[in-house]
Structures are given as C-alpha cells and as structure tokens.
C-alpha cells in the first residue's frame, strides 16, 4: 500500500496542488512509524486515493505553456480569445503567450487571465518561439504547444492530446487535422479513415509540422538550443518552411530514448485556413531557410516523401465516442 501511495502521489502530489494531498501522504507513512495501526495507514492510503480522484481528471494533466503568433486585426481574432478561454477553463495548469506579430495592441485587454499578451517580436512564427521560449522562460512548464491563430481552439481535446503524449513516452506530437476549408498540404496528418479503423490512439511518424506541435519540456528545450538559436534571424523572422522537415530526425538522434519520437495523435482539430500570416506559398523567401537547413543540418533536414507517412501504432487502442 506504501509503494502505491508513493506512486500515486509522485505522479499527482503537484499536480492537484492543493494542500490536502501532502497531508495525507504524512499520514500514508504513519503507518511505517506506528506499524501496530495498519488499519490507520490503510484508510490514509484510501483517502489519499479518493483525493486523486476529486482533483478531477483536468488537475492531473501536466503544467502546459501555449504559444501563438497572431494580430489583432484579423476578423478571426475574437473566435481566437473565446477559444483560449474555453481550454483555460477545462485545464488549470494551462498558460498562453499571445504574441502579437504586427505590434498591434488593440485587442490587449481582451485576452483571458490565463493569457499574457505581448507585442516585444515581431515577425514570422519562429522568431516568437526563438524569443519567447527560451529556458529560463518556461518556468514549470512540461510541455510546450505551439499553435497557428486559425485553428479553431473551442472543440481540440488538449487533454487528451497531453494524455497522448504522457502514454508513449513521445517527444514531439500533433493532433490530426480537419477542415472547413484547406486542412493541411501533408496527406498523412490529416484526419482521415485509415487512421480510425486501425483504431491507435497514436501513429509513428517522421514529420511533425508548424501548424500544432507540442513537445516534451526536454525535446523543446533541445530543438531551441540545437535548432532555432543556429538559424539566421532574417531569414526565421520571414518564414517557417523547412524547421518541420527537420525537427523529427534531430529529437530521434539527440533526445534520449523515447518510445516514438514523433507521433500523430487520433485527437483533432480543426484548420479555418484563414491565412492568419499570409500565404507563405507565394512568398519569394520560402526556400531560403530550407536550404539553409540542408546546409546546417544535411543529417536532420528531410525532403524525400518517404518521411510523409504513417509508420504504424504506437500503442493502445483509440476510446470511442
């Protein structure tokens, strides 16, 4: 009963931050001290067990920290705050940086308690991610989401994406993607049948992409110092094309041991496609950070189409609903 207390609480103590749950673990260990009083010591195990299981489903996900790069002028930036509420309130230990990228603040004091809003970078994705996540600015956080501004926030299960996570042991992940309009130009991140009828909670793949990764504290920590601060700040301020080629073969190699590097969860969301920093398509700098990439990083950085499928399930058995 000790070991499963230990367990319990190793993996919940912090989580459910609420007083009681240290309380009872002194008492749990009473029964160590006072070995007479086993029926004391069983009943703390019991009540410890009961308290983990008050703190709701919700206190027991780890402290996340979200970022994205958005503007306050876009028509879709109120449906933007309305969904960082919405999974504000679902998840405590959930915080945003919103970043404005175009230095406009005029929507500032809109944004929810969860969310600090700052207009210090400006720029394309990257840059805000080079600036704004560096190490000593995670604070707690263990695990970092990176999100684009038109996605629609309101319906994504993160719970279940970070539970996802936390199973297999994944370094780097993303939900599949939906549309109303364009879901994403990479076939195999889509949210399509093969993936269900297999039924895996998660596949094994080999490119995560920009729009919605969410990474280890550890695996972020690694991509900023070995990826991002290696890059030349003009080309990361005008475009993102190229770090997701290159990201996945980096955590494989450099990371530790994992159990899927990268993965592709069966959670979705959904892409509004609303060119939220324009259409990197027609822009005449796309390729210059992709060959930068090949020249930096010729063992990480992958092209082939091969590394855009889907390598087979991970683990588990997706729930279904």
């Known amino acids: 009963m000790r ?30 001290k006072v070995r007479s009083d086993l029926r004391l010591h069983c009943t703390a195990v019991r009540l410890l067990l009961l308290q983990v299981a008050l703190c709701g489903h919700a206190h027991l996900l780890p402290r996340t920290l979200a970022l994205t790069a958005f503007s306050c002028k876009k028509s879709g ?43 210090e970078v400006l ?16 604070e707690d956080a263990q695990y970092v989401w990176l999100f684009d501004a038109d996605l629609a926030l309101e319906a994504f299960e993160l719970e279940r ?3 996802i996570m936390t199973k297999t042991n994944a370094a780097l ?6 549309a109303s309009k364009r879901s994403t130009d990479y076939a195999f991140l889509r949210c399509a049948k093969p993936m269900s009828e297999m039924m895996c909670e998660a596949m094994h793949i080999k490119q995560v992409e920009v729009m919605t990764p969410i990474f280890t504290r550890a695996a972020w920590l690694h991509v900023h110092r070995h990826l991002l601060t290696m890059l030349p700040e003009n080309y990361i301020s005008m475009v993102d094309h190229g770090i997701d080629m290159t990201w996945c073969r980096m955590l494989e190699l450099g990371a530790g041991k994992r159990t899927a590097p990268c993965i592709l969860m ?16 027609e822009a ?3 390729f210059l950070l992709l060959d930068e990439l090949q020249k930096r990083f010729p063992n990480y950085t992958r092209t082939s189409p091969s590394t855009r499928e889907r390598k087979g399930c991970v683990i588990g058995t997706v729930r279904k609903h």
């Open 3 to 32: 070991l499963l207390a230990r367990r319990v609480v190793s993996r919940c103590e912090w989580q459910c931050d609420r007083p009681l749950t240290r309380a009872l673990l002194e008492l749990c260990f009473m029964g160590r």
């Open 161 to 163: 994406a970070l539970a």
């Open 123 to 138: 720029g394309h994705k990257p840059m805000h991610w080079l600036k704004l996540l560096t190490p000593s600015k995670l």
């Open 173 to 178: 992940g993303q939900p599949c993607i939906t």
């Open 77 to 119: 930036v109120m449906r933007l705050i309305s969904g960082v509420e919405k999974q504000c309130h679902r998840i405590p230990h959930l915080r945003f940086l919103m970043s404005s990228y175009d230095g406009d603040t005029s929507c500032a004091l809109k944004m929810p308690s969860c969310a600090t809003f700052t207009d």
């Open 266 to 281: 069966n959670v979705s969301i959904e892409h509004l496609d609303s060119r939220s920093m324009g259409d990197w398509h």
């Open 284 to 286: 005449p700098e796309k």
